[in-house]
């Protein structure tokens, strides 16, 4: 296996050769001290920066955003896969993260990669009436706004997050929020972030994520939250019909496209995969 010393720089689900969410990939012989990756991650200043280094059959590794640690990163993920795949050659990468262990798939191109990542294990459970009024008050939105058929929930694929599905597009165009009192409700409550969508489709999301826990407004595309929703969509016996698509990042000016594979078992892993386009190295 090859290692690397600097930081590259990745955009993850990119749509066509648009968008896509930037992520910091860096791969050593061993992890650098916990406060050297907090201080890269802070000066990337992208949502994630993953490190990596090689570990029994695969690779250990840690995320990071400006403000902290975070459990596990989807974009991040595919991004890292895209640089495994261009060093080592096309494959399945092996990853021990703080609290699981999954794999990312890679296959090389010219300028990137497509990758796929397969998620922690999945669960979801209904967000508290307070949770809920507390988060609709974030973001100015009313109980009316809200898609009856899929009722606000927690759900985790790697990651906590609060899923508020909207019944309107344009309620999911007109997201605002305080960043502080996001940062203190996200925090409060352990979410990685909270995961706005609209099903146009039965299978075909629209999304918008708040990371105010890390210190980001907005994510572009939130590969984690992806495998949350689809965990709990299964969960709640939505009509997937076996995979979604998530469009997200339009409303940023940075359209990002995330495929979903949903498979029968309940709490079973999600495959959540995309292209992946260098922006810098």
Known sequence: MQ?????????????????GNPAGVMIRAALPEEPAMQRIATEMGYS?????????????????SPDGEVPFCGHATIA?????????????FPLTTNHARVTVEGRAHANGAHAALQSPATHSSPASPTLVQEALALFGYKLADLDDRIPPAVANGGAHHLVLALNSRDQLRAMRYDLAAGRELMRRYGFATISLVYAETPQRFHARNAFASGGVYEDPATGAAAAALAGYLRDLGWAHAGAIDIIQGEDMGAPCHLQVQIPDAPGSSIRVSGSARMIGD
Not at 8 to 14: E, G, N, P, S
Not at 81 to 92: E, K, R, S
Request: aromatic share 10%.
């Open 80 to 92: 890292l896969g895209a640089v495994l795949a261009q060093q080592n050659g096309d494959g399945i």
């Open 48 to 64: 994630e920066t993953v490190f990596a280094a090689p570990h029994e059959d695969g690779w250990r590794v840690r995320y990071f």
């Open 3 to 19: 290692t690397i010393t600097k930081v590259h720089k990745v955009a993850a689900f990119t749509a066509g050769e648009q968008g």
